[in-house]
T-cell receptor, first 116, second 112 residues
Framework: AQSVTQLGSHVSVSEGALVLLRCNYS??????LFWYVQYPNQGLQLLLK??????LVKGINGFEAEFKKSETSFHLTKPSAHMSDAAEYFC??????????????FGKGTKLSVKP | DTEVTQTPKHLVMGMTNKKSLKCEQH?????MYWYKQKAKKPPELMFV???????INESVPSRFSPECPNSSLLNLHLHALQPEDSALYLC???????????FGPGTRLLVL
């Protein structure tokens, strides 16, 4: 069965510092992988997605993620944090032929705080 | 444009009330979804509609009744809810089922 593990329920960085949010997945078939961001009292916004093309995926707001099959990871990074990046981040996996039937399986989320 | 709209933004209802949540998209997407999200938790899938037909019902209690009157609209009818049903209800859509989902802003529901 598919699953997603986000390491660290809360990550705190200083403004201007590197952001690294970790995501490991479990899937018996090549997955599709997504990062969504949720600002307080809002819905989920798609940051980026991996759908078996380039392994380094660039998204909105300066974020990018690298698909590493050998490590079953899809970590999200941003070189320099901005105060506006403070939000909840969800990693999600789906696959067409495995247990999720193409539906999203979410990780538990990581809350990113940015200190001035 | 990847906009999904939801109304109302906030809803307070008593346990005997009947209310409806509405979701709309004009992207030509043929799959639409309802999720429930409790505080500090990820969204949980409730229903999936594909080409206006209910394709997935994740064992949701019958007090939640979805409806897809056309390809742009998705409703969630609520009746006799419990306080534990208080949550953020998110709608999403995708071009086809199993493709990238785009979420609306949600309806925050409080059941008294």
């Amino acid at each position: 069965a598919q699953s997603v593990t986000q390491l660290g329920s809360h990550v705190s960085v200083s403004e201007g510092a590197l952001v690294l949010l970790r995501c490991n997945y479990s899937s018996s078939v090549p997955p599709y992988l997504f990062w969504y961001v949720q600002y307080p009292n809002q819905g989920l916004q798609l940051l980026l997605k991996y759908t078996s093309a380039a392994t380094l995926v660039k998204g909105i707001n300066g974020f990018e993620a690298e698909f590493k099959k050998s490590e079953t990871s899809f970590h999200l990074t941003k070189p320099s944090a901005h105060m506006s990046d403070a939000a909840e981040y969800f990693c999600a996996v789906s696959d067409l032929y495995g247990g999720s039937q193409g539906n999203l399986i979410f990780g538990k989320g990581t809350k990113l705080s940015v200190k001035p | 444009d990847t906009e999904v709209t939801q109304t109302p933004k906030h809803l307070v209802m008593g346990m005997t009330n009947k209310k409806s949540l509405k979701c709309e998209q004009h992207m030509g997407h043929r799959a639409m979804y309802w999720y429930k999200q409790k505080a500090k938790k990820p969204p949980e899938l409730m229903f999936v509609y594909s080409y206006e037909k209910l394709s997935i019902n994740e064992s949701v209690p019958s007090r939640f009744s979805p409806e897809c009157p056309n390809s742009s609209l998705l409703n969630l009818h609520l009746h006799a809810l419990q306080p534990e049903d208080s949550a953020l209800y998110l709608c999403a859509s995708s071009r086809r089922s199993q493709e990238t989902q785009y979420f609306g802003p949600g309806t925050r529901l409080l059941v008294l």
